[in-house]
């Protein structure tokens, strides 16, 4: 049974693993063909993934999601597209790298239309890509190319923002309030003015407060806020960008 359950949730795996069963038993020329190609590409992603990963983790610990806001969010505007165009061009790394760092970016506010210009230009007008063309088939064909290409991912990218809404992505969906919304229990001294003041938010629980619901309209927000400056020891947290998205 257990063991079902591990083929259930690596379907692809067991397809792939019984495709390269059937081409060894058909052509084993082929299939050793096939395994040398798939070690090569295994040993690429393993030199580029870290890196990326790496680059990953600092996006989600270090740059601030007002940033990503401005720059590729919903209201960054054309500008926003083109600053996605830059830097789908000048990023270095197969597309499949490009994929985490997306999801960091959405995660933290860029727009669905805006990952799909970095995708797209990531993919397919990446300078070192565009110097390569114009040495081989001339610079007008890479120019005609990159003009047209870029008309394209403009208009995908549109045409993907009206279909796919953001919060339908795995892993994109805004945080719950109670997310952003709680008790540094080791700065609590357990003095109860959270409680006392705004007791349908605050509890208190083996003499420390907790959290007992989210503030869900304008003046809730104004009242948690105020309670988060009274705090003697700063242990309530309500950050900032949950604020924004309520008022
Ligand atoms: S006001 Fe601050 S220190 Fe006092 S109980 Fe509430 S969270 Fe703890």
Avoid: H
């Avoid at 969010?73 to 830097?87: C, I, M, Y």
């Avoid at 669905?112 to 230009?121: A, D």
């Amino acid at each position: 049974m257990k063991a079902l359950n591990i083929l259930k949730k690596n379907k692809l795996l067991v397809l792939v693993t019984l495709v390269y069963g059937i081409i060894f038993i058909a052509a084993p020329q082929t299939a050793m063909k096939s395994v040398g190609n798939s070690v090569y590409y295994l040993v690429e992603m393993l030199q580029v993934l870290p890196v990326i990963f790496l680059l990953t983790v600092v996006i989600e610990a270090w740059v601030p999601k007002e940033l990503i806001m401005r720059g590729f969010g919903e209201k960054s505007g054309f500008k926003g597209n083109l600053l996605s165009l830059l830097l789908g061009s000048i990023s270095a790394g197969p597309i499949y790298a490009a994929f985490p760092i997306s999801k960091s970016l959405l995660s933290k506010g860029a727009s669905v239309r805006n990952i799909v210009i970095i995708l797209s230009s990531w993919a397919v007008i990446k300078l070192p890509m565009l110097a390569n063309e114009a040495k081989f088939l001339g610079v007008d064909f890479m120019i005609v190319r990159w003009i047209l290409t870029v008309i394209c991912i403009f208009v995908m990218a549109y045409l993907t923002a009206i279909v796919v809404k953001k919060k339908d992505m795995p892993g994109t969906a805004l945080k719950k309030q109670t997310d952003v919304f709680s008790i540094k229990e080791e700065y609590c001294i357990g003095c109860g003015l959270c409680a006392e003041i705004l007791p349908e938010y605050y509890g208190m629980k083996n003499n420390k407060a907790c959290v007992k619901a989210s503030p869900d309209n304008k003046e809730a927000v104004k009242a948690v806020l105020e309670s988060v400056q009274k705090c003697p020891t700063k242990a309530i947290i309500f950050e900032k960008a949950m604020k924004g998205e309520i008022s």
